[in-house]
């Protein structure tokens, strides 16, 4: 995770240095990409701080959502899975994925989008970690960072929010509300 996060950041600084302003930016992460996002903007000074970030389908941490993956419903009651399995993953900084840990560092609002049916990061996550950002996050942030639900039953799933007709709308009314932030 590393080499994704010191990839991600090197992008972000670029940008700052073809002078875009840190408020005129918006990172935008899903799923794994999610995790990234938060170890980034844990890593600015706040200086650099973009406007806001949006997390699409986003989990607490690797270990969580290997736990709760599909693919591991035969294997995760087995009792070496968390041995061989999860103690791996966790264990190393360049799988570990956490958003947790970083959240009290991350100085900008947040726009946490999820679906209920997704059927690859559990929705119970997602409002998870929103309910953890809005309790450890600074406090000039943290009533900035909001939570929007796309319903089940609209096939929306893991990688199909972005069809969601209230998409730019949801975007567009968080956009405006962190602008004077």
């Given at each position: ?18 002078r875009v302003p840190p408020k005129k930016i918006l ?12 170890q980034v903007l844990a890593r600015l000074p706040k ?53 947790l840990t970083p959240l009290p560092n991350v100085n ?74």
């Amino acid at each position: 995770m590393g080499g994704t996060v010191n990839d991600t950041a090197a992008i972000f600084e670029w940008i700052l240095q073809r002078r875009v302003p840190p408020k005129k930016i918006l990172l935008w992460g899903h799923s794994l990409g999610t995790s990234i996002v938060v170890q980034v903007l844990a890593r600015l000074p706040k200086e650099k701080v973009p406007l806001a970030a949006v997390l699409e389908a986003p989990f607490t941490s690797f270990a969580e959502e290997i736990a709760e993956h599909p693919i591991n419903t035969v294997y995760r009651h087995l009792p070496y899975f968390k041995r061989f399995i999860l103690d791996p993953v966790v264990g190393n900084p360049e799988l570990n994925f956490d958003s947790l840990t970083p959240l009290p560092n991350v100085n900008c609002p947040l726009l946490i989008l999820h679906a209920e049916d997704d059927h690859i990061v559990p929705f119970h996550l997602g409002v998870r970690l929103y309910d953890i950002a809005r309790a450890v996050q600074p406090p000039e942030v943290r009533n900035r960072t909001t939570f929007h639900r796309f319903p089940g039953g609209h096939g929306y799933r893991h990688n199909k929010i972005r069809l969601a007709p209230e998409l730019p709308k949801v975007v567009g009314d968080f956009i405006r509300s962190v602008s004077d932030f």
